[in-house]
């Protein structure tokens, strides 16, 4: 009562043999492979590296970059250590120190991100209050030939371009 018989496949001699669904898969194989003979712009594949995705959305979280104060182009973090904080890798490091420039706030003497080590997760991007890190750098093909090259330095995040062009951080 109220018990639903579901019919079993796979039990018949046609469907043991399995040539139905090797002929099945055949026959779309040939089908994609034909048309994309006569017409290779149906190819969705890339020659990546040399070719690269021209589709990707402005919100793909790439290669971390730290951004600059609009006022004088120093660095924007203050070194209050929120992304480090809420990083679930736990591969941010800083070191913050005194700005010597008159301006009353901490920066990072050091600030390094290990991309071995980071899940792309964007939490340290959602994390600061200045705008100063961002992921919008549209770098996606990060290469290097020993583990430290994959450590990404204070230098060598802000040298860092967005791929919108906007480099200042939005926070005052
Ligand atoms: S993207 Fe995620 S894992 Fe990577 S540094 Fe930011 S918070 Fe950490
Ligand atoms: S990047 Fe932002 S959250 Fe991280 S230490 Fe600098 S100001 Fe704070």
């Known amino acids: 009562m109220g018990v639903r018989v579901v019919k079993r496949y796979g039990n018949t001699f046609k469907e043991k043999i399995y040539l139905h669904a090797i002929f099945g898969g055949m026959k779309t194989t040939l089908k994609h492979f034909t048309a994309n003979l006569s017409d290779a712009s149906n190819i969705p594949t890339i020659c990546y590296p040399e070719q690269l995705p021209r589709d990707i959305t402005p919100r793909y979280r790439g290669v971390h970059r730290l951004t600059h104060r609009k006022s004088d182009d120093s660095i924007a973090c203050v070194a209050c250590f929120m992304c480090a904080t809420a990083c679930p890798a ?65 230098a060598k995040l802000l040298s860092i371009k967005g791929i919108s062009n906007e480099e200042f951080s939005l926070a005052k």
Request: contains cysteine; hydrophobic residues 35%.
């Open 90 to 154: 736990k591969c941010i490091n800083i070191v913050a120190t005194e700005r010597t420039d008159g301006v009353d706030e901490k920066m990072p003497e050091i600030f390094n991100i290990d991309l071995l080590e980071c899940v792309f997760c964007g939490y340290c991007v959602e994390a600061c209050p200045c705008d100063a890190i961002r992921m919008d750098s549209g770098l996606y093909s990060v290469v290097g030939d020993s583990r430290e090259s994959f450590i990404y330095d204070k």
